[in-house]
């Protein structure tokens, strides 16, 4: 059996990943192996076309796969990484998605031949619109790198970064921060109703709003900053909205305590 990936973790992020990488053909099913634990989870990567089975010590004995990623929750990634020693001589690079886990964790569980690389996803992941930032330690190869984000790229946006000591901060923003929008949508949809407009309404227009307006950002060569002046008329309504909430720069501050908190505690999750 020619193994390229072992997947262990099938749950949402781990099968919106692999999803990607089958739909896109980075990957034919026969090259990856899955291992989950959870029946439910291993039957739908099953139903895929991949080899699956609930133990790392399933994987057959003579496998050397090219990665292998590991897409559990921190609070197991330990345990979890620990099944996978067998595979630390050096051949085999192993990919983490788990917030706040540094390489220094894995290199000590796997040993210090094991190439090792961090990458930070994102929910909008799932429908291929995600923001994948990675890092990569010394032992990783210039053509594995390359592998690595051929691979993410099925799944959105993926852009690394050298000082992994950044990584909290780049959790703070693009790891979390698909929930302060889905909050911003919450309270914009919240304020609508409150204008007088019908529920449903009222949470077309913040959904559409925010996805058009994001479009637009990413698609237009302009600075943001540019495009808001674009929509904002001298005394008119748009900049009666902005005063409240550029008024002693509220927002931004409020985004900047906010994404301090999450680095934080991604700094604690990490220890």
Same mark, same amino acid.
Request: contains cysteine.
């Given at each position: ?30 090259? @990856? ?46 345990? @979890? ?58 032992? @990783? ?6 592998? @690595? ?123």
């Amino acid at each position: 059996m020619t193994i390229r990936l072992v997947l262990a973790g099938c749950g949402n992020m781990g099968y919106a990943m692999l999803s990607g990488w089958l739909k896109s053909g980075k990957l034919a099913p026969s090259a @990856v192996f899955v291992v989950e634990p959870n029946a439910d989870l291993r039957q739908r990567a099953a139903a895929l076309g991949c080899d699956t089975a609930p133990d790392a010590g399933d994987i057959p004995a003579d496998a050397v796969p090219e990665l292998v990623v590991i897409a559990v929750k921190p609070q197991v990634i330990r345990d @979890v990484s620990a099944a996978y020693k067998r595979f630390g001589d050096g051949r085999t690079t192993f990919v983490s998605v788990a917030a706040g886990t540094p390489s220094a964790t894995f290199e000590a569980i796997l040993g210090h031949r094991a190439p090792i690389v961090r990458c930070m996803p994102n929910t909008p992941a799932a429908i291929g619109r995600g923001m994948m930032v990675v890092f990569s330690n010394k032992l @990783v190869s210039e053509d594995t790198k390359r592998f @690595v984000t051929d691979l993410l790229s099925a799944s959105g946006e993926v852009t690394t970064i050298e000082d992994e000591g950044l990584m909290d901060a780049v959790t703070a923003v693009s790891g979390s921060g698909p929930a302060y929008i889905f909050h911003f949508i919450e309270a914009l949809t919240v304020a609508a109703e409150k204008a007088g407009l019908p529920a449903a309404t009222a949470q077309l227009l913040a959904k559409q709003t925010v996805y058009g307006a994001a479009s637009l950002a990413i698609e237009s060569d302009e600075e943001p900053g540019v495009l808001r002046q674009q929509v904002t008329s001298p005394n008119g309504t748009t900049a009666a909205a902005l005063a409240v909430l550029m008024g002693e720069d509220r927002l931004t501050n409020l985004l900047t305590e906010a994404v301090e908190a999450a680095r934080l505690r991604s700094i604690e999750l990490g220890k």
